[in-house]
RNA sequence: GGGCGCGUAGCUCAGCGGGAGAGCGCUCGCUUCACACGCGAGAGGUCGCUGGUUCGAAACCAGCCGCGCCCACCA
């Protein structure tokens, strides 16, 4: 044990110890009913981790610290999701290149030398691909090196990534059982589109954002010179305008309903229909369907059987059209020509300020544009709002199960319970199936081909699958059954699907990942479904729900028992921390500047579902309560005389307090709430340490004696509790105290339980009355001191306590521990109405 | 527009049917033999507002106000 215990270098020390004992290896051989198994968040491997990570993880280890000191097997993997678009925007930017799958493959291919994100070179995927690895790896081991700091008891030996081998078999092998039972469908459909990243997106990667944008009052033309108005605020689309509609009861507009209007711009002759959704209160209560301007759009195209005139390209342009051609009808095609002329290639906002010019030049722009803020839907990594264009996308069927997920949803037990209504909110506002594709590149691929005909058609609707036993495979580079590699892009041949998977189709299979990587199927069985999935709410509609999804399809039952949410750190102006705003804190400066069990102290303070704010003074506190551990255990150990029987009334007292602290935390865990065991457990650590200890220290330094041995034996039961029941809490310093005076980890200990205090002499009440009384006049005597201004050393020549008749005959059982403490040499006790104490100091010497 | 959560001391929060609490911050004091990375004491609050239920409400119910988040077919 050390003269002056320190924090300084437990980390590096326990760190190491941990790894060489494998304190937090898992058992493999473990029976079922033993076995706890997380499903642990796969973190984005795209830069860094934040404080946040720090936050959530910590929450999730003090539960598996519980759970492995109550006996259980604890399945605690690592996994990294280094798969998809943020790796890749990431490597392009640190490579100065971009991905280019018509290119072939290059064995020797360096990157170039000077980076340059505005002339990036071409690579092929396979080459992409590879940087991307190469990269994430980089980041997986730094990760690594500030989970193990922050003292995760994770089991290194089982980590996965979502772009390895064992996930994209398993991805695949899934998304062909999928396909096999009619479940996973390809569809050329109206799609959100990223334009930036190019690639579709689904509804679940959709945010709100608020945007400055215009109304503009548009004039169609009419049969007979009259004229329908038209508010819009996307004038560009006027070219994609196939309808105006009104609401049914809507008087205003029934002159017009059955008839056609011609475009502005275009004069192009579209028909005005009526539908339901149409407000008759926005605008002039008439609105023009695009192809697509919106999801309403998609909503009235297919119900009114509308046809589609698409406008947009893939990158956001407008593209080419020959007015006058077959589905570009125009009174005036020549007109048309020219006002589209003037559009195409144009991004959307440089061809909604053209329009603009060339609406104000016809006349057929109604005053002034109105300015107005509007919520404009965004790719949530995206920087231009989503388009919605038509593409070819897999889908997973969702909409036929939304039902089953209710249900699913309420079996799992939601901590804390209110959760589940975001995911019921989100189940219940379901709009169409999940799109699954993403026209990208590093991620894991779809495992089909198709077959090209004699006349170069590509055949979708007959996709060549991958043999189970072939998995993974990259269609761009493998090849199906029966074809040549020659073939590939050849009429008669075949052509490997271009797109890969999102990211959550591969990660909602995050248990199924992480358990195969444990070892042999058998196990496997044994660990699913899992015992909790811990994670942040705002990925209840991605991560949590394709989780649900997935094993609904997949095996039929939960993933796991119990969803544990946890909250997000705030920065002190209570707004989400983010690094545009520059207050993000560095998770491995803040260890260094706290130390990790401080830190840990801080996140695990903040109740579960709770946001919480970023509280530097908070990790302060958690580092004065690793301090007070070293110093208490260090009392109460050093050169401690033999344990006796517990004959006195204080030490029975104490011993039965704890248990009831012991009870309160292992309740509280059991409930999944970390922050209400620490709380009790500190708070009553606290008092022991100002009432209880101060009160026994005069027999705990007398040699021998029953009062010494009784003191012992408390002093070794109630420390050997507080050590155990803050070691989830702050491993490192727990682990320290511990190994001063036991064998093995205290990680690897038993959780405290009542039989570790039980006390069989006494009576129970009249001797908890007895520590309650003894600490009332310990603060009362300390009072009277401190408004005298003496030192608490000072003496007390004499004490009167006046209680009821009870309490005082209560107090007598510890009126010596009492005398010492508050060093009284005379001390008297009278009944009386009200509990106070009269304390007559000793004259201090001049 | 719908849903969820939250409004308690200057700050961060606990309490959720019978004493208004903790930590930090603040003030005062103490070299005390585990700890000055410490110890002791003190000041500080019509528990968002309005009604209701109850012998009794910070807590339960209703309405309102404010903040935050999620969701929505936001032209």
Redesign the pocket.
């Known amino acids: 044990m050390p003269e002056?215990?320190?924090?300084?270098g437990l980390e590096q020390k326990w760190c190491g110890e941990w790894d060489r004992h494998a304190v937090y290896r898992f058992d493999r051989d473990a029976p079922a009913q033993e076995l706890y198994a997380i499903d642990t968040p796969p973190p984005t491997v795209s830069g860094s981790l934040h404080v946040g990570h720090v936050f959530s993880y910590t929450h999730t280890d003090t539960i598996a610290r519980y759970q492995r000191m109550r006996g259980r097997a604890v399945f605690y993997p690592m996994g990294w999701d280094d798969n998809g678009l943020p790796t890749e925007r990431r490597v392009q930017n640190h490579f100065g290149v971009r991905c280019d799958p018509s290119i072939a493959y290059d064995a020797d291919f360096r990157p170039p030398a000077a980076a340059s994100a505005e002339q990036p070179a071409a690579v092929s995927r396979p080459n992409f691909v590879q940087l991307c690895l190469q990269l994430t790896e980089s980041d997986e081991q730094a990760f690594e090196e500030l989970w193990r700091r922050l003292g995760l008891s994770v089991d290194w030996s089982m980590t996965y990534t979502t772009i390895g081998r064992l996930a994209q078999r398993i991805s695949q092998s899934s998304f062909l059982g999928l396909l096999e039972r009619g479940q996973a469908y390809q569809l050329e459909a109206p799609t959100l589109w990223d334009v930036d990243f190019q690639t579709a997106v689904a509804?679940?990667e959709?945010?709100?954002r608020e945007r400055p944008?215009a109304?503009h009052r548009l004039r169609f033309h009419g049969r007979d010179g009259a004229d329908a108005l038209?508010?819009?605020?996307?004038p560009e689309l006027l070219a994609a305008c196939v309808a105006l509609?009104a609401h049914p009861d809507d008087a205003r507009h029934r002159e017009l309903v059955g008839g056609e209007v011609l475009t502005p711009l275009f004069a192009s002759p579209v028909p005005v229909l009526t539908h339901r959704?149409?407000?008759?209160?926005?605008?002039t209560g008439l609105?023009?369907v695009c192809t697509f301007?919106?999801?309403?759009d998609v909503?009235w195209w297919r119900e009114l059987n509308l046809p589609v005139r698409p406008v947009l390209g893939p990158d956001g342009r407008l593209v080419p059209v020959r007015w006058g051609e077959p589905g570009w009808e125009s009174r005036d095609p020549q007109l048309a020509q020219a006002s589209y002329d003037e559009l195409q290639g144009l991004t959307v906002n440089q061809a909604r300020r053209r329009s603009v010019e060339l609406l104000s030049q016809t006349g057929e722009l109604v005053g002034e544009p109105t300015p107005i803020t509007?919520?404009v839907?965004f790719f949530e990594k995206g920087e231009r709002p989503v388009e919605i264009i038509t593409s070819r996308q897999w889908f997973i069927r969702t909409l036929e199960h939304r039902e089953a997920l209710i249900a699913r949803g309420r079996e799992i037990r939601w901590h804390p319970p209110?959760?589940r209504?975001?995911f019921e909110?989100?189940v219940?506002?379901?709009?169409g199936d999940w799109n699954v594709s993403r026209q990208r590149f590093f991620g894991v691929p779809f495992p089909v081909w198709y077959p090209i005909d004699q006349d170069g058609q590509t055949a979708y609707e007959r996709p060549l699958r991958a043999r189970e036993e072939q998995l993974p495979v990259d269609p761009s580079t493998d090849l199906p059954d029966g074809y040549e590699p020659e073939q590939r892009g050849q009429p008669g041949g075949f052509v490997g699907d271009p797109d890969v998977m999102d990211t959550w189709a591969t990660s909602s299979l995050s248990p199924l990942i992480a358990s195969a990587g444990a070892g042999e199927a058998a196990l496997q069985q044994r660990l699913l479904p899992m015992e909790l999935r811990p994670q942040a709410?705002?990925i209840?509609?991605t991560w949590l729900f394709t989780t649900v999804l997935r094993f609904h399809l997949e095996r039929d039952e939960l993933p796991w028992r119990n969803a544990a949410i946890s909250g997000w750190v705030l920065d002190?102006d209570?707004?989400?921390m983010s690094k545009s705003k520059g207050n993000v804190v560095t998770p491995m400066h803040l260890l260094e500047q706290y130390g990790a069990d401080a830190v840990r102290y801080w996140a695990a303070s903040g109740?579960p579902g709770?946001?919480?704010?970023f509280?530097a003074?908070?990790m302060?506190?958690g580092?004065?309560l690793a301090?007070?551990l070293l110093?208490?255990s260090?009392?109460a150990l050093?050169d401690l005389g033999p344990s006796g029987e517990l004959s006195h009334p204080l030490d029975r007292a104490l011993l039965r307090r704890l248990a009831g602290v012991v009870a309160d935390a292992s309740e509280s865990f059991e409930g999944y709430d970390y922050a209400?065991a620490l709380?009790r457990t500190e708070?009553f650590f606290?008092w022991y340490?100002?009432?209880y200890?101060?009160l026994v220290?005069a027999r705990r330094?007398e040699a021998e004696g029953a009062g010494a041995g009784s003191v012992s034996s408390a002093l070794r039961r109630s420390l050997s509790v507080f050590q155990r029941l803050f070691a989830p809490f702050v491993p490192f310093v727990a682990e320290e105290v511990w190994s001063w005076w036991q064998p093995g980890s205290v990680h690897t200990a038993r959780w405290p339980a009542a039989e570790d205090l039980s006390v069989d002499a006494g009576d129970p009440d009249t001797e908890e009355v007895a520590l309650a009384v003894a600490a009332d006049v310990l603060?009362e005597v300390?009072?009277a001191?401190?408004?005298a201004?003496?030192?608490?050393?000072a003496a007390v020549a004499e004490a009167v306590v006046y209680d009821s008749a009870p309490r005082l005959a209560a107090l007598r059982l510890g009126a010596d521990d009492l005398c010492h403490a508050a060093v009284i040499e005379r001390l008297e006790l009278r009944e009386g109405e009200q509990f106070s104490v009269e304390a007559r100091l000793v004259e201090e010497a001049a």
């Not at 959704?277 to 605008?283: A, H, I, T």
């Not at 219940?428 to 709009?431: H, I, Q, S, V």
């Not at 201004?789 to 050393?793: D, F, I, Q």
């Open positions: 002056q215990p320190s924090l300084d509804q679940a959709l945010e709100d944008g109304m038209v508010d819009t605020t996307r509609l959704l149409v407000e008759p209160e926005k605008g609105v023009m301007g919106d999801l309403t909503v509007h919520a839907k209110y959760m209504a975001r909110d989100w219940n506002g379901l709009t709410h705002d209840i509609r002190p209570r707004k989400k109740r709770t946001d919480t704010a509280d003074q908070q302060k506190v580092r004065r301090v007070k110093n208490a260090r009392f050093v209400r709380e708070s606290w340490c100002d009432y200890l101060e220290k330094y603060r300390r009072k001191k401190s408004e201004k003496v030192k608490m050393r």
